[in-house]
């Protein structure tokens, strides 16, 4: 007799245990779990949404269960609870069917272990130590984005990172975060322009550009990467040419573009929804790191912008550190007007927090060249 497909949870317990304990990307393990799976369509989003919600609210699920664990349990086992535990809170399933679902995955010396703490989690309620337990965020985020927003406006961000991300679809059918097209957007491209997007990888942005009939370079440091933007833009038919180009080192002429985007690496504090597990990677001295190098990057390809050009700095951070704190470089002036989207003014730019309209958190800055 063949055996049918793994269920839906074995999946999500696997891919579980390889982000939990060996480092996994949550968006590389996922896909390569469900191909070939035998799953349906409606089986392989619950896959997706146990282990997302899951790794999204690791320290929240952990604290619930520790509550009733005397010892450390077996690191798969902690998966299994952690799973478990995800199901009976916050994905709306029956306690019976998350708590008799879980234990049957269990090996056998683990199952009168794992539905006694189920059933304890199902039935007692919580009292949270500090609000970055409760919203499952390592302290120094939670602090962080308190410092930027407030407490209010900080934990409404925080707690819109915590839902699923929408699917957005531009017109072309490529699938990209409003705030990122937002971004494209407040370049302005036009037919005819000759823009440089610095770190273009995977494409997106670069590809929405080029769709206005301009001329598009995108660039980026690593070969693999570029070649992510040359098979989005074969594939959408757009007038891209990538190339392989340090950002420090740009191997450009000044005045070469009219128009310049710097995307720049960044913490990713503002797609945390997007990205589960980044919440659990990036760490305070990460920002610390990252600042000098936009820095360098923004005084290497400024002079690729020529005289009335403009030039387009953006994070997807919620940082000053990251953003605002970057002074203009020399020979620019800030564009004061409002780029299209749901943005906020913020310090010489604009940002738009995650709460504001369900999208990733973006800060954007523009600047004209006035020589």
Same mark, same amino acid.
């Given at each position: 007799?063949?055996?049918?497909?793994?269920?839906?949870?074995?999946?999500?317990?696997?891919?579980?245990?390889?982000?939990?304990?060996?480092?996994?990307?949550?968006?590389?393990?996922?896909?390569?779990?469900?191909?070939?799976?035998?799953?349906?369509?409606?089986?392989?989003?619950?896959?997706?949404?146990?282990?997302?919600?899951?790794?999204?609210?690791?320290?929240?699920?952990?604290?619930?269960?520790?509550?009733?664990?005397?010892?450390?349990?077996?690191? +798969?086992?902690?998966?299994?609870?952690?799973?478990?535990?995800?199901?009976?809170?916050?994905?709306?399933?029956?306690?019976?069917?998350?708590?008799?679902?879980?234990?049957?995955?269990?090996?056998?010396?683990?199952?009168?272990?794992?539905?006694?703490?189920?059933?304890?989690?199902?039935?007692?309620?919580?009292?949270?130590?500090?609000?970055?337990?409760?919203?499952?965020?390592?302290?120094?985020?939670?602090?962080?984005?308190?410092? +930027?927003?407030?407490?209010?406006?900080?934990?409404?961000?925080?707690?819109?990172?915590?839902?699923?991300?929408?699917?957005?679809?531009?017109?072309?059918?490529?699938?990209?975060?409003?705030?990122?097209?937002?971004?494209?957007?407040?370049?302005?491209?036009?037919?005819?322009?000759?823009?440089?997007?610095?770190?273009?990888?995977?494409?997106?942005?670069?590809?929405?550009?080029?769709?206005?009939?301009?001329?598009?370079?995108?660039?980026?440091?690593?070969?693999?990467?570029?070649?992510?933007?040359?098979?989005?833009?074969?594939?959408?038919?757009?007038?891209?040419?990538?190339?392989?180009?340090?950002?420090?080192?740009?191997?450009?002429?000044?005045?070469?573009?009219?128009?310049?985007?710097?995307?720049?690496?960044?913490?990713?504090?503002?797609?945390?929804?997007?990205?589960?597990?980044?919440?659990?990677?990036?760490?305070?001295?990460?920002?610390?790191?990252?600042?000098?190098?936009?820095?360098?990057?923004?005084?290497?390809?400024?002079?690729?912008?020529?005289?009335?050009?403009?030039?387009?700095?953006?994070?997807?951070?919620?940082?000053?550190?990251?953003?605002?704190?970057?002074?203009?470089?020399?020979?620019? +002036?800030?564009?004061?007007?409002?780029?299209?989207?749901?943005?906020?003014?913020?310090?010489?730019?604009?940002?738009?927090?995650? +709460?504001?309209?369900?999208?990733?958190?973006?800060?954007?800055?523009?600047?004209?060249?006035?020589?």
């Amino acid at each position: 007799m063949t055996a049918g497909p793994p269920s839906a949870r074995a999946v999500a317990w696997a891919c579980q245990q390889r982000i939990d304990h060996h480092g996994a990307y949550a968006n590389l393990v996922v896909p390569a779990r469900l191909s070939g799976s035998g799953l349906d369509g409606r089986d392989r989003a619950l896959v997706t949404d146990l282990v997302y919600g899951t790794t999204r609210l690791r320290r929240a699920l952990d604290a619930t269960i520790d509550r009733f664990v005397a010892a450390a349990p077996a690191p +798969e086992i902690r998966s299994l609870l952690r799973l478990g535990a995800y199901q009976l809170l916050h994905a709306r399933t029956p306690a019976h069917a998350a708590v008799s679902e879980t234990v049957a995955l269990a090996p056998k010396r683990a199952r009168g272990f794992v539905n006694a703490v189920l059933r304890r989690v199902a039935t007692e309620p919580m009292r949270w130590p500090s609000p970055a337990v409760e919203l499952s965020y390592p302290d120094w985020i939670v602090e962080a984005l308190t410092a +930027e927003l407030g407490g209010h406006r900080a934990v409404a961000a925080l707690q819109a990172m915590n839902r699923a991300a929408t699917v957005q679809v531009r017109g072309d059918g490529y699938v990209q975060d409003l705030g990122s097209q937002w971004v494209a957007g407040a370049v302005g491209a036009t037919a005819g322009d000759r823009i440089l997007d610095v770190c273009a990888a995977p494409g997106g942005k670069a590809t929405a550009m080029a769709a206005t009939g301009a001329f598009v370079v995108g660039a980026d440091g690593r070969p693999h990467r570029a070649g992510l933007v040359v098979a989005n833009a074969r594939e959408l038919g757009a007038a891209v040419a990538a190339v392989v180009a340090d950002g420090r080192h740009p191997p450009f002429a000044p005045s070469s573009f009219d128009r310049v985007l710097l995307d720049a690496p960044c913490s990713g504090l503002g797609t945390l929804r997007r990205r589960p597990d980044a919440r659990w990677r990036v760490t305070a001295a990460d920002v610390g790191t990252l600042a000098p190098l936009q820095a360098e990057l923004l005084g290497a390809v400024a002079p690729l912008v020529r005289p009335g050009g403009t030039l387009v700095y953006s994070v997807c951070t919620l940082l000053a550190a990251e953003s605002t704190d970057h002074p203009s470089p020399a020979g620019f +002036e800030v564009d004061p007007a409002p780029p299209s989207g749901s943005w906020e003014p913020y310090g010489h730019g604009w940002r738009v927090t995650p +709460e504001m309209a369900e999208t990733d958190g973006m800060i954007v800055i523009r600047w004209t060249r006035r020589d």
